[in-house]
């Protein structure tokens, strides 16, 4: 039996009469894609007439397609896939809003061909980001998770001057693949381990802001060389999948740690495998991957990796500002007074 995603919200009808009654004639329709933090939610009500996923899962692509076939507005999420074939099932479509930083689930190009709006949630979620990229790199380093399994097994047997080495961090050297807001955020928590960074991008920080954080703007090769932690910023395009592949792994070599909270494409996962089982890498510790939720075959066996499921922007109170944010660009989008905050193709709102 299919499952009707509209079924479920009874107050539905409700809303639209209580709009409609205000007279407003024009009221938009909006489709949340999954449950989010309701406070946001509760801020589209007597606005827009709006559902939401009932269930707490992705939408499967029929589903999604059924559910964005008359609306005007789709909060989504970077597990949805939008792309010319949604947007032909949904031919009143005005805005996306993503409810992520990173918008490679989005067909941007053809959304701007369509002249749909694309937002994402920029900022909000930089600080959150940075602390659990900083979380990755002391446990990968601290082999804090294998510590933890050990106890959990009962295998404690005291203090041991050889238990579970690691790796310092402080006054080591941080390799950062992508110096934007993120980027910038995980160099500042380096100036307390009195860190040296490298950072790769397509700017330069002012000189100013380079002193301050101790950083040096290298070629990706001499980063991965020289850096002990390479922990990796950039969105995903086709320019950055596979960035760091077998060819990077080596130039890493047998003492560096790689960290990854971007995007699971930029590595070539089967390849980080390959160097982490064959330690010619130190470690690795991942947020993201390059098939999820699936993992490369051999990953989750490994000791030297520290797994997350996709944790980055985690913390309530930046999911709550995430919501809010995409919240607000839907509802600026149709208030002829006010501006999308955060848009991704601007161009789209100067016609
Ligand atoms: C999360 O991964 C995001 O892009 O916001
Ligand atoms: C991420 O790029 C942000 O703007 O926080």
């Not at 941080?174 to 995980?186: K, P, T, W």
């Not at 996709?310 to 208030?335: C, P, Q, W």
């Amino acid at each position: 039996m299919r499952l009707d995603l509209r079924a479920t919200c009874t107050t539905d009808r409700s809303r639209h009469a209580q709009l409609t009654s205000k007279g407003v004639t024009d009221v938009k329709k909006v489709y949340v894609t999954r449950q989010l933090p309701q406070s946001a939610l509760d801020r589209l009500d007597g606005k827009v007439e709006w559902d939401v996923n009932p269930e707490d899962r992705v939408l499967e692509r029929e589903e999604l397609l059924e559910a964005a076939k008359d609306v005007d507005g789709l909060l989504c999420l970077l597990t949805d896939r939008i792309d010319a074939e949604l947007f032909d099932a949904a031919p009143k479509l005005k805005i996306v809003a993503n409810y992520a930083v990173g918008y490679n689930n989005i067909d941007v190009e053809e959304a701007t061909k369509r002249g749909i709006l694309v937002t994402n949630t920029p900022g909000v979620l930089r600080e959150t980001t940075a602390d659990l990229t900083w979380a990755l790199l002391l446990a990968i380093a601290r082999r804090v998770v294998e510590g933890d399994r050990l106890m959990r097994a009962g295998k404690y047997r005291g203090w041991a001057p050889m238990l579970l080495l690691g790796s310092d961090v402080y006054g080591k050297t941080l390799g950062i693949v992508g110096m934007g807001n993120i980027g910038q955020a995980v160099a500042r928590r380096a100036i307390g381990f009195d860190m040296k960074v490298l950072y790769t991008d397509m700017y330069q920080l002012p000189p100013l802001a380079e002193e301050l954080i101790n950083a040096e703007k290298v070629e990706l090769d001499e980063l991965l060389e020289r850096s002990d932690y390479v922990s990796l910023h950039v969105p995903l395009m086709d320019e950055t999948h596979h960035l760091i592949g077998e060819r990077e792994l080596k130039l890493i070599g047998p003492n560096g740690y790689l960290i990854n909270a971007s995007r699971g494409p930029v590595i070539d996962e089967a390849a980080l495998v390959e160097a982490l089982r064959n330690e010619t890498i130190a470690g690795a510790a991942l947020d993201v991957y390059e098939d999820e939720p699936e993992m490369k075959p051999g990953l989750a066996e490994l000791d030297n990796v520290v797994l997350l499921p996709h944790l980055g922007s985690a913390s309530r109170e930046t999911r709550t500002k995430m919501a809010e944010l995409a919240v607000a660009n839907i509802l600026n989008y149709f208030d002829p007074n006010a501006e999308p905050p955060t848009p991704v193709n601007p161009e789209v709102l100067e016609d």
